[in-house]
């Protein structure tokens, strides 16, 4: 599954951004589609996750009731909103997909689109 994910920039602390990821052609029902984070010398961590073909979502503690994961099937799109934004936020996002959480066999890495949250 090819993927390309959009829409970061530079926000201030407590801002909104929208993250987009696209695929060329349409998941499969069994797929998971997770977004990750890199932040300079650190670990990527996971950090949302939705099932293509239930929307069950998933989120890591550090996100959960700041950001949302939502999917558009006619335009075979995930979105994450972002609001709340801390400065720890500040990262390079990417998104991948799976058959399993947390996983990105079925895609390659992209570069990203990189988040800044300034204090």
């Known amino acids: 599954v090819q993927l390309q994910a959009s829409g970061g920039g530079l926000v201030q602390a407590g801002g909104s951004l929208r993250l987009s990821c696209a695929a060329a052609?349409?998941?499969?029902?069994?797929?998971?589609i997770n977004w990750f984070r890199q932040a300079p010398g650190r670990e990527r961590e996971f950090v949302a996750a939705v099932r293509w073909g239930s929307g069950r979502q998933y989120y890591a503690d550090s996100v959960k009731g700041r950001f949302t994961i939502s999917k558009d099937s006619p335009k075979n799109t995930v979105y994450l909103q972002m609001n709340s934004l801390k400065p720890e936020d500040t990262a390079i996002y990417y998104c991948?997909?799976?058959?399993?959480?947390?996983?990105?066999?079925?895609?390659?890495w992209g570069p990203g689109t990189l988040v800044t949250v300034s204090s």
């Open positions: 991948a997909a799976d058959t399993n959480l947390y996983g990105s066999s079925l895609s390659k």
């Open positions: 052609g349409r998941p499969y029902s069994s797929h998971v």
